[in-house]
């Protein structure tokens, strides 16, 4: 094979660079070792943030998460809702802070408006009693895999490939460029070479081990960050702690869900990266004293992800740095076609794909603009399955529904599992059960795979997708994975779910050996 431009990740940014490349024109191939979001970009709190969240220690992520919010606003409605957001103080807060907070967020342009006590406590109800001050500021909440999904489709309508589940396993060098890339398909541990004459590495936290195989390196600090994911919606609004960035002061809505967190944790790896006992106990204190409900809430799962930060030395605490984004263009280490973006977030992922594109079409004479910044972001219908809450409006609009849902908890048709289905096969993409969840909402309401898990497994047997006991290697895979996030969170309700979830799966199946 061969391509302008090889980019390595399909999360947001790769995603987002694949179509920002494609809209100009050029030729490009988006590979993935994994499937599309498997790092950070599936790891996040889905929070649109309007930068008041870094105006006292990171002004400069705090204005690019300003502009690019709005313009995405405008340019990806369908993946955005508006939902608004607070900052709040309860009682021992910081005053000093409280009282610079407004000061700082006009000092960059961001809007806020100071709330009156009550007038917080009728916006959200759930906060608590002990507040002292709120202030209503721009956020959002982002579907960060349908913003993924709908960059990548609109890329491959204009000419470019995805190829999921391929690693990267190595560079073939001639001077000063790389020549060809050798990737590994996971499925049949086939090889392919393709002859690329730009690299991008969009890879998040494994930049580092990318440039490695070019025998580069890049100072990179791995923080992870534990997130909860609620039954039930607790608030309408982005709930932000009216303190300096600490742990549990984010609660951000999901759709039907809350997310809780987050934590900041050092790691010497980006893998393995599992949530803890320990900081889902931090999580669930420190957020139930602005949002006591959240003490006795019912948690459906907790995940973690790790922030790919720069930094030259060790730091006991990675919320000391800056939460921008840098484009690398590794000439000085002797290479004229590799670039490596990384750091950044979810909020800034066109703006991060916009400065790599510069970079790269300005290597390769291509003169088209950025057209990312003034085009909407392409809906495709099949994409809409991953919005929370979607499947129920569509089944209560039917008049005699009768058509059967694979997943109750989400609402899941089987129509909407049979579209998914057919589009992997189309693309020659790999079909299994964590794929089909990761492009719906299967497996994500409260029993995590405990019904649905089976009917799915069912259902491609059904279609002659799966023979012999593929079915139930797959099964287990797709449980292990929910089980990761499932037992931290194991108890009242939830652990009642899963004593259940165990009597199916392991009384009736034997997926315990």
Known sequence: METEV????????????????ALRGVNCIVVEAKDINAGASGANNGLLHSGARYVSNDPVSAQECRDESRLLKTL????????????????????????????????????????????????????ADTLIAAYQVEDAAINPFRLSLENIAE??????????????????????????????????????VIEVQQVVNATGPWAGQVVSLAGLSIPIIYSKGTLLVTQTRVTKSVINRLRPPSDGDIVSPGG???????????LDAPSPCRPTLSEVDLLVDEAASMVPVLADMRYV???????????????????????GFVVMNHEEEGLSNLVTVTGGKITTFRLMAEKTADLVCSRLGVK???????????????????????????????????????????????????????QLKAKGETLNLSAI??????????????F????????????????????????????????????????????AQEELQEALHCGLFGLEG
């Open 437 to 450: 969840g990761l492009r719906s909402r299967v497996g994500r309401g409260s029993c995590q795979g405990a």
């Open 155 to 192: 890329a491959e309508a204009h000419g470019a490939r995805l190829l999921t589940h391929s690693e990267v396993i190595g560079f073939e060098r001639s001077g000063s460029r790389i020549r060809t890339v050798h990737l590994r398909q996971n499925r049949s541990a086939r090889e392919i």
């Open 6 to 21: 090889l980019i390595i990740g399909a999360g947001v940014t790769g995603a987002g660079l694949g179509r920002d490349l």
């Open 368 to 422: 088209a603009p950025c057209r990312t910044r003034t085009v909407p972001l392409a809906s495709a219908e099949i994409n809409q399955w991953t919005e929370p809450g979607l499947a129920p409006r569509i089944w209560l609009k039917q008049p005699n529904p009768k058509e059967p849902l694979l997943c109750e908890c989400e609402m899941v048709p089987l129509s909407a599992v049979d579209q998914i289905i057919d």
């Open 256 to 266: 039907t869900v809350s997310l809780v967190g987050t934590t900041s944790v050092g």
């Open 76 to 127: 990806a409605p369908g993946c955005i809702e508006d939902t608004g957001g607070l900052f709040v103080a309860v009682a021992g807060d910081d005053e000093a802070y409280i009282s610079e907070f407004p000061r700082l967020c006009e000092q960059h342009g961001i809007p806020v408006q100071e709330l009156q006590r009550q007038e917080a406590l009728e916006l959200e109800p759930a906060l």
């Open 452 to 495: 649905c898990g089976f009917r799915m497994t069912a259902h491609l047997y059904e279609r002659n997708e799966l023979e012999s006991d593929q079915g139930l290697i797959q099964l287990r895979q797709f449980l292990e994975r929910r089980w990761h996030g499932l037992r931290p969170v194991l108890w009242g309700p939830q652990l």
């Open 301 to 323: 799962r907790a995940f973690a992800g790790v922030r790919p930060l720069l930094a030259e030395e060790k730091v006991t605490d990675g919320r000391t740095l800056s939460r």
